[in-house]
Structures are given as structure tokens and as C-alpha cells.
């Protein structure tokens, strides 16, 4: 439980410092157009976090065997605890980093889909949207969630990749 701890607050704490730095080089304002696209890197850190995780699980086993599953529920334990750090930091961000980054996002996204021809259904649509995201709760709940599916997905691999495996003729 402490590795899981250690290295979900290491990977929520890097997430975090991912987006401070987005945010100081443009890439939430004026380069908003690419930082849309690179914003998804953030889950990297949370990608060594788990990696981390389970490879020091797999060396202090002392001879007991590291089963997929127990590395999947250990690199998934790391994601949640990542985004509970991370969804926390984006409230913050929100708040007190960067208050104008959903309007400055909504006139950007508005600004490509007037361009792109979108109908009014569809600008409708996003603006609903937009609505329910202003929702601090909507916001945690969609980085926690986010940060959750990709962290399982990572844990998946980390999981097949760090595995013990059994020698033939043995069961796990």
C-alpha cells in the first residue's frame, strides 16, 4: 500500500508539473492549438509512477512470484491516487492558475468549429458541454475517471511486461 501511495503521488505530482509547465510556455493560451494535441503527455508521469511501482513490487517479492493481476491492481491503485492528486490540482488550476483557461478554450473550440462550418446543432451541443465542465464536480469526477481508464490500460502493459513468469509445468 505505501509503494502504491509513493508512487501515485510522484505520478499525480508530475501530471501536475506537466500542466504548470503547459501553462508557462503558451500551450493554454496563445499556443493553444497545439497544446490540445500534447496535453495527453501529462499521463506520462503517471506512466513511470505505475511502471515504478511495479517493477520495485517484482524485486521485493523474495522468490514469491508477481501475477499479472496483482500488477495490474497495483499500477491501477497508482492512477487513483494520481488522479485524485491530479483532479485536485486541476481544481486549483482552475481556480487559481489559470481562471481564464475554459473561456479562453470555449473561444478557440468556437472560433475552429465557426471555420470547420459546424451548424448551430452542433455549436448547441458543445456549449451544453461546456456547461456541465464549468462543474467542479464534473471536473474531478472527468480527470479522476480519465486518469483511472488510462492508468488501467498502462497497467495492463506494465502488467504483461513486469509479470513473473512461472517456469513450465508450474501453475500461478
Known amino acids: 500500500m505505501q509503494r502504491i501511495l509513493k508512487y501515485g503521488l510522484l505520478g499525480g505530482l508530475g501530471a501536475s508539473v506537466y500542466v504548470t509547465v503547459e501553462f508557462f510556455i503558451g500551450l493554454h493560451g496563445p499556443y493553444l492549438s497545439v497544446g490540445r494535441y500534447v496535453g495527453y503527455l501529462l499521463y506520462v508521469a503517471v506512466a513511470v509512477g505505475i511502471y515504478l511501482a511495479i517493477k520495485q513490487a517484482k524485486e521485493v517479492t523474495e522468490g514469491a512470484p508477481l501475477t499479472f493481476w496483482k500488477a495490474v491492481g497495483i499500477g491501477t491503485g497508482v ?3 494520481a488522479g485524485i492528486v491530479l483532479s485536485v490540482y486541476n ?5 487559481a492558475i489559470n ?4 473561456q479562453d478554450y470555449t473561444n478557440f473550440m468556437l472560433d475552429q468549429m465557426h471555420a470547420e462550418g459546424s451548424t448551430s446543432e452542433q455549436i448547441a451541443e458543445f ?4 456547461e456541465t465542465y464549468r ?4 471536473q474531478f469526477m ?4 480519465e486518469t483511472i481508464v488510462i492508468g488501467f490500460v498502462f497497467s495492463l502493459i506494465a502488467g504483461a ?3 513473473t513468469k512461472q517456469p513450465a509445468g508450474t501453475s500461478a
Request: aromatic share 30%; charged share 5%; glycine share 4%.
Open 79 to 81: 492512477a487513483a491516487i
Open 91 to 95: 481544481w486549483f488550476y482552475m481556480i
Open 99 to 102: 481562471p481564464n483557461f475554459l
Open 127 to 130: 456549449m451544453q458541454m461546456v
Open 135 to 138: 462543474s467542479p464536480v464534473f
Open 142 to 145: 472527468f480527470f479522476f475517471g
Open 161 to 163: 511486461l513486469l509479470r
